[in-house]
């Protein structure tokens, strides 16, 4: 019954690697996010993607960009890991229906990262 | 800009008693409001989804009322269990691209 995936549960990288994050969700949603969530500061967005191939900066997009080259799969690049993006990585999906939100946001399990 | 509170931060209830988690929203303009709970180190379980035009939603022994009047919603679970332990987030809808998030109030249910 899982709905997004997220790839890896736990992710440890050195500083200055290209790190892929991966999601992928079953739903035939239109809209996918990347958020990252710390302590004290909650869940931030960092991007999103409202189609294939179309992307937009949420609130910290620095330091990462992003992918979707299929509808169901969006990619979060950190083109060169730092050890300030150590954190959880939280993809979610939701559906886009104009004028309709009868639907909410699904989230996926998590990636926890850690840079070294 | 929206701000989303979420009062108390943490809650501690023995269990059988029932528990009442409040969010609290600046701006009455949205589309919808959601409550997720998490899990010590794991993603975000949707519980239940309030439109602005509904005043409650039901779910076994969860009831989440909406006033969007007021910018209040409420979340009582009954006769919580030690299950029910965890952190629990509002969301408030505001377009289709933004959810803004309270911080969450994380509760722990005493056996």
């Known amino acids: 019954d899982v709905k997004v995936t997220q790839s890896s549960r736990y992710l440890v990288k050195r500083t200055g690697e290209k790190v892929f994050l991966e999601c992928v969700q079953d739903m035939d949603h239109e809209n996918m996010f990347w958020y990252r969530q710390d302590p004290g500061l909650g869940l931030r967005l960092i991007y999103f993607?409202?189609?294939?191939?179309?992307?937009e900066k949420g609130d910290i997009p620095e330091g990462y960009s992003v992918s979707r080259e299929k509808k169901e799969r969006f990619s979060l690049i950190l083109e060169s890991a730092s050890t300030n993006q150590t954190s959880m990585y939280l993809c979610?999906?939701?559906?886009?229906?104009?004028?309709?939100?009868?639907?909410?946001?699904?989230f996926g399990s998590g990636t926890r990262l850690t840079v070294v | 800009k929206q701000e989303v509170t979420q009062i108390p931060a943490a809650l501690s209830v023995p269990e059988g008693e029932n528990l009442v988690l409040n969010c609290s929203f600046t701006d009455s303009a949205i589309y919808n409001l959601q409550w997720f709970r998490q899990d010590p180190g794991k993603g975000l379980t949707s519980l239940l989804l309030?439109?602005?035009?509904?005043r409650e939603q039901t779910s076994g022994r969860l009831n989440a009322s909406l006033d969007k009047s007021s910018g209040r919603s409420t979340l009582y679970i009954a006769a919580s269990q030690p299950g029910d332990s965890a952190t629990y987030l509002c969301a408030v809808k505001e377009s289709d691209y933004k959810l803004s998030f309270g911080a969450g109030t994380t509760v722990t249910v005493r056996a």
């Open positions: 979610a999906s939701s559906p886009f229906k104009s004028g309709a939100h009868v639907e909410g946001y699904t």
């Open positions: 309030i439109q602005s035009s509904q």
């Open positions: 993607s409202y189609d294939v191939k179309m992307k």
